[in-house]
């Protein structure tokens, strides 16, 4: 069994691949050929935490795989990560355990591949101003994701605690990002100017309002992974020409916004566009440039198995990681 | 995290430990501390396989596990093993990733454990002749849980294959077994010497007559993992005085011949004497020399992880294992 470490992933694996790699799994979702039961939690209410166990398979790649996610958000009180992750691929020609990687930031990868799939389809082909609300644990390869697919000038960033904003800057500027990257204190500024905006937060309320959104803007919602969670308002939901989403029976149970909106019987689920993989087969779905467009994701098992198999193929190719007899 | 091999695990890890760790493991299950939802199975009904994932949680040690078995029967073609488990145990106290081991030989060492439970609890004290009846990959430990817990001192074996029960006594011998071993060629002499009867096959027909079963007998199954084996024939669970089981919910969806029993109309589910956790309080729930007992087993995933626990814990003692970063 081959074990791949966060930092090998990191080293040799990165959003071309991911949206790449995201993207056939897509198609394999289309084809039929994806299996993706419903994941296990088991929770842990008095640490407020929780273990998740999300098994997927691929016919196409005759992979599966399990992704065990472990959120624990009393660890930042002594400098744990909140969210640790592992992925174990299972070849199903035969059954064998083939390897064990980890899965922190090929989740954060997944999310900013599905957000840049996402963006190449809805936005405008023009957008060149990207706004970032939320510099939280997701945000990074957020901004990657829509980076990847479009010409992007200029970035614009809010953050409650405005210092977290300016270190993401830095961040990204070590990463090698050249864009004009500019923090600013007042969020308004960001709904004002982005063409494409970027929400990555835990946020139980809104936290831009609806009214101020400008035509033609694109908006990639990952926050909200739980019902009781609302990053995004109502008036931004009813303006939308068009919401795609990742996985809609997961948005169903978990994204708080819309929940929120459906049981208010202001908006039901039957308005949704499309669901992502659905959007595949054309260049862009985006019908004029005044297009209000909305992506949301929460997470599948199968998305994290598309990324996991191209890097388990890259491990074997460039021949990285440690073999081990388990 | 330590990743353990199967050869590690066997070095230091043997049927005293098991049988001690797994009788932890129910208590906690008794006292409300084990969280065991239920498994995750996907087919591939093409090569007649499946891949399970088996995941519990032990709020008295602190440790979550998931169990990933593979089942892929033609793998004997190839010279592969049929089935292929790996565990991977999650601290609960901070949702670390600490320990993923291979789980083959701790399956079948936790098989027969719940066997060896079972026959303390249930056999008749004076137990002298350990029948066996299949000497496929389950039969060995089966054994050393019977042998832990009763002073045999003979073992009388017949399997379908003779030369294979050949090389099962053999592989006994060379373990170290000390007890005078015979193979036969008719079944019926095993019926009718055996005080305890041993069945791991994985026929879809009897494997033995009823009629010819000893009073005070006491029978361990483990084969009839799916509804459409039948290893034990009906005259045998009528015949029984207790029926015990290792998981009641798990044994109503799987244990053919059970399934095919109240399917006749001829036995009922509610005729169980009890699951095997609940006999724990007393040393003994044999009523009488001439009660006739019968222990089926088909598995769940806590009984995997109260091993597990007990093997990492002796890992980080006896510090065995390779520790990689992943």
Known sequence: MIILSEHEIMKHYSMTEAIRDLEAGLTSMNEGKIDNPHRTVIEYPEQYASILYMPSSDQQERMAGIKTVSIFPENTKVGKSTTQGVLLLTDTRNGEHVCLMNASYLTRLRTGALSGIATKKLSRKDSSVLGVIGTGGMAFEQVLGVLEVRDIEKIIMFNRTREKADRFKEKLLRFGVTQNITVVDNVDEV?????????????????FDGKLLKKGTHINGVGSYLPSMREVDEETILKSDKIVVDDIKGVKEEAGEFIHAANNGHWSFAAIYSELRE????????????????????????????????????AKEKQFGITVTV
Request: net charge negative.
């Open 279 to 314: 959007l595949l087969g054309k260049a862009c779905h985006r019908e004029g440039d005044d297009e209000i467009t909305f992506f949301k994701s929460v997470g599948a098992a199968y998305f994290d198995m598309a990324l996991a198999q191209g890097v388990y193929r890259e």
């Open 191 to 207: 709904v004002l100017a982005a063409d494409i905006i970027n929400c990555a937060t835990r946020s139980l309320t809104p936290v």
